[in-house]
């Protein structure tokens, strides 16, 4: 096996040179969205400084309490970043949200580590935790589309809705156009990359795979298996999250709730 080359951190923060393109960018066609991505940087860098720090002591303690905590304080933090940038109030999501993410997580997890990897231990914090990490971290962006979406969709067009319903239509068939519309609005990049994934690219994980020195067929199997997950974790999660907050974004009269978005 061949050694894996390292970077120093010198030459890691050599790299953040390449954010000169995307920051001036946007800089130079004023979007305002300059700070946010300077922000958004450097909370990506010390967070995954620190993880990386941490992570090798939460392996060597290989705790299914500490693991599952760790997964919990994820999920937490997951279902914050989605209703933020969904523009809706966080008091009312939290729970619907944050559920919705741990029954996802919990399905897809208990299949492809116990059925599929065949663990012993699916609490095992070399495999549960990168690969919890890997579903809620690839599962936030659907979520945020879709949860945007829909509910930005039925409050520009609530005449739609209520033709429906006074169409003799229930509160499911009403709300099934902009359920349907959400879905498309979220996933169709998502399958639109998976179609061309292995044509044109090396996903991050193969990739780190096979520069960690595992064998580029075993790369590949446990690649495949992973957009699987994800893609149905993903699917999962978007379709509960809507279920369970569509019960608390309506009001006993069908009508959608004007307090659920942040002003």
């Not at 999660?237 to 709730?257: E, G, M």
Request: glycine content about 6%; proline content about 3%; aromatic content about 14%.
């Amino acid at each position: 096996m061949e050694k894996v080359i390292d970077i120093n951190y010198f030459e890691l923060f050599a790299g953040y040179v390449l954010l000169l393109i995307p920051v001036l960018v946007l800089w130079y066609y004023k979007t305002g969205l300059v700070k946010d991505t300077i922000i958004a940087i450097t909370r990506m860098t010390i967070q995954l400084l620190l993880v990386g720090v941490y992570l090798e002591y939460i392996f060597e303690l290989n705790s299914v309490l500490i693991n599952v905590s760790w997964v919990l304080v994820m999920s937490v933090i997951a279902s914050y970043t989605i209703i933020q940038r969904s523009g809706l109030k966080f008091k009312l999501f939290f729970i619907p949200v944050f559920l919705s993410g741990l029954i996802s997580i919990a399905v897809t997890d208990a299949y492809f580590l116990g059925f599929v990897v065949k663990l012993d231990n699916i609490f095992d914090a070399r495999y549960f935790i990168p690969i919890t990490g890997m579903l809620l971290g690839n599962t936030i962006k659907n979520v945020i589309i879709a949860m945007d979406a829909y509910y930005k969709r039925i409050d520009d067009e609530q005449n739609f809705y209520r033709w429906h319903l006074a169409n003799g239509a229930n509160k499911k068939e009403a709300l099934l156009p902009f359920m349907r519309d959400a879905l498309k609005t979220a996933f169709n990049p998502m399958i639109a990359t998976t179609t061309i994934m292995g044509l044109i690219s090396l996903p991050g994980m193969m990739t780190g795979q096979i520069l960690g020195g595992s064998n580029p067929n075993v790369a590949v199997k446990y690649q495949i298996m992973l957009l699987i997950t994800i893609f149905s974790s993903a699917i999962l999660n978007v379709v509960l999250t809507i279920y369970f907050s569509n019960r608390i974004a309506f009001d006993n009269y069908d009508n959608l709730k004007k307090n659920i978005f942040r002003n």
